[in-house]
């Protein structure tokens, strides 16, 4: 991001208060300023990006947009060419402010003016410099010198398609293996096509179709990646590119295959004859569960060597039951009907190599290991949601499945004292009340507190006419916890240490759900209006009953539920209708199909506007007896996908899928 929006580099541009002008025919006075504001707020927003204040890079991205808009880049070919590296710039720092929280409006970059046939189009890495700048660097290659002849990574000459797993595969071992392969840095691990996919905590780094908002391209283009004197050639930039434009398609049999890190091709894992290990699921006879007794003495014994490790031990990742299935460098570690004959068990008694776990850790209690064969006796069977869930996340949602509301609400008070303790690094007063439905906690003033718990129980009222639940404490599952921040700052500060996230400036409130921990985030003074606190209440309030409803509920839907609620309550005047109302005709127009919205492909303020305009369906009367049948059925235990269907008598995708055609016409 730094390399993207510091301008001075390559943009044609020159300082007015200078006595340079923009030369340029058929340029006027104004879009000359204009130009030159636009550069400014570009370089601007690079400057707060630096120091993580990204509200203000949004708000200087924002100017830039208004600036570029003023000087009208379709007015002429001379125009349209000064602004393009601005609005390349801000294109894609749109993207990354997003993946960051922050809320802008759309941007696209617009088609160059047709020139007439004699006219010569201006050179792009034309520069006017008022100072010493950096070299002009082209798009795609770095700085940093190399230190050998590199061989790089493209298709046959003839290719149209790109193959994942013959040229992709390859080219991210070697060029990002140490890092993203071998380890996860920064959260993002590139082990896998799923990995890879899915990308770090932050969001998607991967739109297919899409190389601007692909931050994945954003990161090697602006040479921030990768690091440690590493280069990706520009062949290989270019054909990462193309891979992407043509779909970024997976043409393995696994996605859940590990992607070798010798940079020598696909691993046989990735060959489409590779044997993939069959998941059996539970029959509900066995005596043991994966999910509930396995899974988490596998979490506990097994962290940081074969569970979220930098670097597994043997081959072996456990990070979730397809990978402990596939096994490691000496092969399957269980065999399914043969608990003491399978490899995890005799490494865990000792009986073979090295006893496990390593590192100085207690062998494991007979108990435990029992259990662990037991298990594979009946079958290795898998009661979890999915195969490719974390097992840390499996263990959390099976503990909780079975917690009283009691416990819940004891797990979730403990949790909230560590999220201060990271958040209030100034040792302010905390103060705490406890409601009905709630435990309020914060740094705020305790009649702040006392009056956001006593308007938290009022919204509730609003709340149970979208979702059912049982009486108090039972409603979500035990006490849902709310944060009280006295200043923007402080709500700012607790999403940054608590979630590693910074928030959109215009939000002063939010809630989070992991299966466990469920509470809500505000800003609330002595000076707001008890109005004001109460409108920050009811939209997170109405999402977290949403979302407790089941383990396994999209925040899409939980969110959209949410906003839907919050909008017809306040109403809305004719022109933040209008403004709404384009807002999600944009997004359906991104959105291309169902699974790119389902899947998680789009932005998050395009993703909250498509669900809000679904959620809207869901509760007219239309849908409103199958979406209080589907909040029943995930109640009672029910997968969302159980309960969507059996509520709608579609799946979700089919759903999604049928609404899109009817907004479409």
């Excluded at 696209?108 to 189009?121: L, T």
């Excluded at 909780?400 to 979730?412: G, L, Q, V």
């Excluded at 009486?471 to 709500?491: L, N, Q």
């Amino acid at each position: 991001m730094r390399g993207l929006i510091l301008v001075g580099v390559s943009v044609v541009v020159a300082l007015a208060s200078a006595g340079i002008a923009v030369a340029a025919d058929g340029v006027g006075l104004g879009q000359r300023k204009a130009i030159l504001s636009a550069n400014a707020a570009v370089q601007k927003a690079g400057t707060h990006f630096s120091a993580r204040d990204y509200a203000a890079a949004g708000d200087a991205i924002g100017e830039a947009m208004r600036q570029i808009e003023t000087a009208g880049p379709a007015s002429s070919i001379e125009v349209y060419d000064l602004l393009l590296p601005a609005m390349k710039r801000v294109g894609k720092a749109h993207a990354m402010l997003q993946f960051e929280g922050i809320s802008l409006p759309p941007f696209r970059i617009p088609a160059r003016p047709v020139a007439a046939a004699a006219e010569p189009a201006v050179a792009e890495t034309a520069v006017v410099e008022t100072e010493p700048m950096m070299p002009v660097v082209p798009a795609g290659e770095s700085t940093r010198p190399m230190t050998a002849p590199e061989t790089a990574f493209s298709p046959a000459p003839n290719s149209t398609e790109i193959s994942f797993t013959k040229t992709i595969a390859p080219l991210l071992s070697s060029r990002c293996g140490g890092c993203h392969i071998n380890g996860s840095k920064g959260g993002f691990s590139l082990a896998t096509f799923a990995a890879l996919m899915k990308g770090p905590p932050e969001g998607v780094v991967i739109f297919a179709g899409d190389t601007v908002g692909s931050r994945l391209i954003e990161t090697i283009e602006t040479g921030d990646m990768p690091r440690g004197g590493g280069k990706v050639l520009p062949a290989e930039l270019a054909t990462l590119k193309q891979w992407i434009m043509t779909g970024a398609k997976f043409d393995g049999a696994d996605p859940t295959a590990p992607i070798s890190a010798t940079g020598a091709g696909p691993t046989p894992a990735m060959n489409a004859d590779a044997a993939r290990p069959e998941v059996r699921r539970s029959t509900g006879k066995e005596t043991v569960s994966f999910a509930k007794d396995i899974a988490p003495i596998l979490v506990e014994n097994c962290k940081g060597c074969h569970i979220d490790a930098m670097q597994t031990r043997g081959g072996l990742n456990m990070d979730n039951f397809a990978r402990l299935l596939r096994g490691g460098d000496s092969g399957a570690v269980i065999q399914p009907g043969k608990g003491s004959e399978s490899l995890v068990v005799k490494k865990l008694r000792g009986m073979e190599g090295d006893r496990m776990p390593a590192g100085g850790r207690p062998a494991l209690p007979e108990a435990s290991i029992q259990l662990i064969s037991t298990w594979i006796d009946e079958g290795a069977t898998l009661d979890g949601a999915s195969e490719n869930q974390p097992l840390g996340v499996m263990s959390q949602l099976a503990w909780a499945a079975s917690a009283t509301d009691s416990e819940m609400s004891d797990r979730r008070e403990k949790l909230a004292g560590d999220h201060l303790k990271l958040a209030n690094a100034s040792g302010a007063p905390v103060t705490e009340k406890v409601t009905e439905h709630f435990k309020v906690i914060g740094t705020a003033s305790e009649p702040t507190l006392e009056l956001v718990g006593k308007l938290a129980e009022a919204q509730m009222k609003t709340v149970g006419t979208v979702v059912s639940g049982k009486p108090g404490e039972g409603f979500y599952h035990g006490r849902a916890t709310i944060f009280v921040m006295p200043r923007r700052y402080d709500y700012s500060e607790f999403a940054k240490m608590v979630e590693a996230r910074g928030v959109p400036r215009d939000w002063s409130s939010h809630w989070q759900f992991d299966g466990i921990d469920a509470y809500v985030a505000m800003v609330a003074t002595d000076r707001d209006e008890e109005e004001q606190i109460a409108s920050r209440l009811l939209l997170p309030l109405t999402g977290l009953a949403v979302a407790t409803r089941g383990g396994d509920v999209p925040r899409w839907l939980a969110e959209g539920v949410a906003t839907a609620t919050a909008a017809r309550k306040r109403g809305a005047d004719r022109e933040e209708r209008m403004k709404m109302d384009a807002e999600i005709s944009q997004a359906i127009a991104a959105m291309g199909n169902a699974k790119k919205f389902l899947d998680g492909k789009m932005t998050p303020e395009q993703s909250d506007r498509v669900g809000a305009a679904i959620a809207s369906s869901l509760l007219d009367r239309t849908h409103r007896r199958n979406f209080d049948r589907c909040m029943r059925l995930l109640d009672e235990g029910k997968s969302f996908d159980q309960a969507f269907q059996q509520s709608f008598g579609v799946t979700t995708t089919a759903f999604v899928e049928a609404w899109i055609k009817w907004v479409r016409g």
